[in-house]
T-cell receptor, first 113, second 113 residues
Framework: SAVISQKPSRDICQRGTSLTIQCQVDSQVTMMFWYRQQPGQSLTLIATANQGSEATYESGFVIDKFPISRPNLTFSTLTVSNMSPEDSSIYLC??????????FGPGTRLTVL | GESVGLHLPTLSVQEGDNSIINCAYSNSASDYFIWYKQESGKGPQFIIDIRSNMDKRQGQRVTVLLNKTVKHLSLQIAATQPGDSAVYFCAENPGGSNYKLTFGKGTLLTVNP
């Protein structure tokens, strides 16, 4: 199975700043996804990040707040911009190798003060 | 919109007992379902999946049952072990060209020694 890593694993940030989260896969994959998991909650899809095209955002999430890059088939970044305490969450990337099954990275635990 | 939900938010069992975690889904068009296990501080881990043309699938100590008539999904864990303690999420894929997963609320399973 693929190895999916995320950096940083956790961070504490000041409000008004931005944080870029990286997701690296050890094999090429077409579809990558970014999720948010608020404390004690389930997973909510932020956007689908496809190589060679713009990310597709879900309702309630906008590119200005969560810009995404997908420069190649093994890497993606999610930026959380102009952070507020409400952005404190776990941010997860996942990949789909074309089987409909998504495999997740370990997550980035973000605390905004 | 349609959603996936769980009947029991928490489940406490004795080590060695069998566990059953339930999930109700409302999108009758969903044709693929996944169970994930999320341990504290980790990303969701794939456990088992099932497609809508099946009503039962078995893995190692786990069985997933799908009842399309009542739109119900369950995860059975045999001989539950302390290492099974985690939050369990069901997820559904609406099928077709839509690769997105919709996650249920999650059930916290606690295994008592």
């Amino acid at each position: 199975s693929a190895v999916i890593s995320q950096k940083p694993s956790r961070d504490i940030c000041q409000r008004g700043t931005s944080l870029t989260i990286q997701c690296q896969v050890d094999s090429q994959v077409t579809m990558m996804f970014w999720y948010r998991q608020q404390p004690g909650q389930s997973l909510t899809l932020i956007a689908t990040a496809n190589q060679g095209s713009e990310a597709t955002y879900e309702s309630g999430f906008v590119i200005d707040k969560f810009p995404i890059s997908r420069p190649n088939l093994t890497f993606s970044t999610l930026t959380v911009s102009n952070m507020s305490p409400e952005d404190s969450s776990i941010y997860l990337c996942s990949v789909d190798f074309g089987t409909d099954t998504q495999y997740f990275g370990p997550g980035t635990r973000l605390t905004v003060l | 919109g349609e959603s996936v939900g769980l009947h029991l938010p928490t489940l406490s069992v004795q080590e060695g007992d069998n566990s059953i975690i339930n999930c109700a889904y409302s999108n009758s068009a969903s044709d693929y379902f996944i169970w994930y296990k999320q341990e504290s501080g980790k990303g969701p881990q794939f456990i088992i999946d099932i497609r809508s043309n099946m009503d039962k699938r078995q893995g190692q100590r786990v069985t997933v049952l799908l009842n399309k008539t009542v739109k119900h999904l369950s995860l059975q864990i045999a001989a539950t072990q302390p290492g099974d303690s985690a939050v369990y999420f069901c997820a559904e894929n609406p099928g077709g060209s839509n690769y997105k997963l919709t996650f249920g609320k999650g059930t916290l399973l606690t295994v008592n020694p």
